[in-house]
């Protein structure tokens, strides 16, 4: 008895697939609730796998910042993720995607609008058969706004207080990132006007780029980085744990860009995905030995932390078109990326432009530049590409940066001078990562 109760489940599981196949075969057309279920457990999937970029982007930044700020790199990669899952259900999401509800048409959608997840136990005459649950559509959704918070979090990293960057946060997951987003993914103006943006390129990672970049500026380098017209590097903490935060983000990058092909119900749409993957794993190896054999020609001495970015760049390269490339387009767009940040960290270094982990070079340089080379393999021309690039940097900075000066002449943005000596670890949360090392 318990046996047969144990093997039905099993027995429906393998029986809704061949029941929609078989209806596939008579019809030629696949059936709704076998799309529904499916691209439902493509959105869940690519979610849990975004969802891990948290911890990717944690362990990153956590190696990169010098010891006496780690935990201050922690507390906020899980606060921001948290505000931005609150912000996202309390205003983001029906913001990004108004449906028929926008306020300003092409432009705005309703502010105040939270999400409503289907019933419990919703059946199919009620589902959104030909798309997924409104659960897996939000937490996919949700968790990608997250990441545009922790490419914020890295460059203002050693300097900021919490307080005001979580303040920050507030409004960059809440309603900046999702009105710009739904001028593309949410049928707004510029998806009118053709422009294309397959996982994010610009949207999450440009948006990210742009953002950190109005902080560093407004904020200032860290004491000691450029003195005497010179650039002290100031070395991380463990780049051990800089190197898993890079495997983890690669990891989470396969949901990021496969779970972006929004279905998995179809043997093409299958398909498309594993193609997604292939190419999204080949650009982001490109991007790494590009920054590699760069670094060895340039320094004489290969930099473990432009190999770390350069295969992020490679990953953000190829993501505003990860499906239509072949794998030797793949690798020459995220081979590109890698080059760029290896020129992009030292630029930003001449203009004093303070950016801890390389998030602007990564996300914001080589997000432009995937967004560019969609024309190559995509259906936009490079006029759409432009108009998509320049209206979310000015959208973008300029109101970062409106933002950050605000919050810098009410609450202040900045530490103290001896709480950045001494470290954010101890002057803004009272405990350190690392206790028994700095006890001598």
Do not use: C
């Not at 960290?345 to 070079?361: E, N």
Request: aromatic share 12%; no cysteine; net charge negative.
């Amino acid at each position: 008895m318990n046996l047969m109760k144990s093997l039905i489940p099993a027995v429906a599981i393998v029986a809704l697939p061949q029941m929609g196949l078989a209806q596939e075969a008579a019809t030629g057309e696949p059936a709704l609730h076998t799309q529904y279920i499916f691209t439902t457990l493509l959105f869940l999937m690519g979610g849990f796998l975004v969802f891990f970029m948290a911890a990717g982007f944690a362990m990153l930044e956590g190696g990169l910042v010098r010891s006496k700020n780690v935990a201050m790199q922690m507390i906020k990669n899980i606060a921001l993720f948290s505000i931005a899952a609150i912000m996202y259900w309390l205003i983001g999401f029906n913001l990004m995607y108004p449906g028929d509800g926008w306020t300003i048409s092409g432009w705005l959608g309703p502010f105040f609008s939270t999400t409503v997840l289907d019933p419990v136990g919703v059946g199919a005459d009620a589902a959104a058969l030909d798309y997924a649950s409104i659960g897996s559509d939000f937490f996919f959704q949700l968790v990608f706004v997250a990441a545009t918070a922790s490419i914020v979090s890295g460059a203002v990293a050693e300097r900021i207080k919490l307080w005001p960057f979580l303040a920050f946060v507030v409004v960059l997951t809440g309603i900046l990132y999702p009105i710009s987003g739904s001028w593309k993914w949410g049928g707004g103006w510029l998806d009118a006007r053709g422009f294309s943006d397959f996982a994010g390129s610009t949207i999450v990672h440009s948006v990210g780029g742009w953002a950190a970049l109005a902080g560093a500026i407004i904020l200032g380098p860290r004491i000691g980085k450029y003195k005497d017209g010179k650039v002290h590097p100031m070395p991380g903490s463990n780049l051990a744990l800089a190197t898993l935060g890079t495997f983890i983000l690669w990891l989470g990058w396969f949901g990021f860009n496969g779970g972006s092909q929004l279905a998995m119900g179809t043997v093409g749409d299958v398909s498309d995905v594993s193609r997604i993957f292939a190419n999204t794993n080949m650009a982001a190896a490109s991007g790494a030995v590009a920054a590699l054999i760069l670094t060895q020609v340039l320094y004489k001495k290969p930099d473990l932390t432009m190999v770390l970015n350069g295969a992020l760049a490679g990953l953000v390269s190829i993501t505003a078109e990860p499906l239509a490339p072949t794998l030797f387009g793949a690798l020459w767009i995220g081979a590109v990326g890698g080059i760029i940040v290896v020129f992009a960290v030292p630029m930003l270094d001449k203009f004093k432009i303070d950016d801890v982990v390389g998030a602007i070079p990564v996300h914001l340089f080589a997000g432009i530049w995937g967004t560019i080379a969609v024309i190559f393999y995509g259906e936009a021309n490079l006029g759409s590409q432009l108009l998509g690039i320049i209206a979310y940097g000015v959208f973008t900075f300029a109101a970062a940066l409106v933002l950050w000066t605000i919050l810098k002449s009410t609450v202040g943005i900045r530490v103290s001078e001896e709480d950045e000596i001494n470290g954010l670890d101890m002057a803004e949360l009272g405990m350190e990562a690392y206790p028994e090392f700095s006890k001598g």
